[in-house]
């Protein structure tokens, strides 16, 4: 059963969002890029407050928008999981050096810190075979999820469905986590669904529509019917995207 992944871009969010249920709650400041990192103390501090709650989702924290050397994205890491999150969140892109900052953060995967790589559908060819994902797997990564760097359109826009099964599949074949993220509307649920990656993630559609805003607890629990209710064999019609997350 794909669960559900939700942003809050601050402590006092994390209220209005626990009520829904979300399987993740994901620390991610929006205002600060596609992966805005939070403050390490209040990660730690969020980590401390909802240790002892009964059934509390997991919790992820992105290390914010590092280039792509290890002396940027190994030390964020590091700094991120010394939280107690359950999930380190690291972007990918193509640029740079990729593939030794994958290859470097192994060390940290072996001491047990899950890492799960965040990789950008609108910067690495929308094709699976071009992603790491066998590298990632080879290094003791636990997921990979599908983002968007930008937010002017939804992933759907960049990628078609059958390509993110295929994403879907490849990630699953070598035993990681799998995530779908980027813009995503209610609309858009029933599709992903039906793809059946281990996790859906939203902000923008928390919020009415603008990632940057407050979260709208009617949006959620907008999201959180149809990712309970939503048939997984149906696929929307595509739409314009206004949604930004």
Request: contains cysteine; charged residues 20%.
């Amino acid at each position: 059963m794909t669960g559900w992944l939700a942003s809050v871009a601050d402590a006092a969010e994390i209220a209005l969002i626990l009520p829904a249920g979300p399987d993740i709650l994901d620390l991610k400041d929006p205002a600060a890029g596609a992966l805005g990192a939070w403050d390490a103390e209040d990660i730690t501090r969020v980590v401390r407050d909802l240790e002892t709650m009964p059934g509390r989702p997991r919790l992820s924290a992105t290390i914010g928008d590092q280039p792509m050397r290890p002396d940027a994205v190994v030390p964020a890491a590091r700094r991120i999981a010394e939280t107690g999150v359950d999930f380190v969140k690291i972007g990918f892109a193509p640029d740079g050096a990729p593939d030794r900052c994958i290859d470097a953060l192994a060390s940290l995967a072996a001491e047990g810190v899950k890492l799960v790589a965040v990789l950008f559908a609108d910067l690495w060819p929308s094709d699976p075979c071009c992603l790491p994902v066998d590298r990632l797997a080879a290094a003791g990564f636990r997921g990979a999820m599908l983002d968007t760097a930008g937010k002017r359109h939804g992933l759907r826009h960049h990628w078609q469905d059958d390509q993110l099964g295929s994403f879907v599949c490849c990630a699953r074949a070598h035993r990681l986590l799998t995530g779908l993220a980027g813009s995503l509307r209610v609309a858009d649920i029933p599709a992903l669904k039906a793809l059946s990656p281990d996790y859906l993630g939203f902000r923008g559609a928390l919020c009415g529509g603008e990632r940057t805003a407050g979260i709208d607890p009617q949006a959620v629990t907008r999201v959180a019917a149809c990712m309970v209710g939503a048939p997984a064999a149906t696929p929307p019609p595509r739409q314009p995207e206004p949604v930004r997350s």
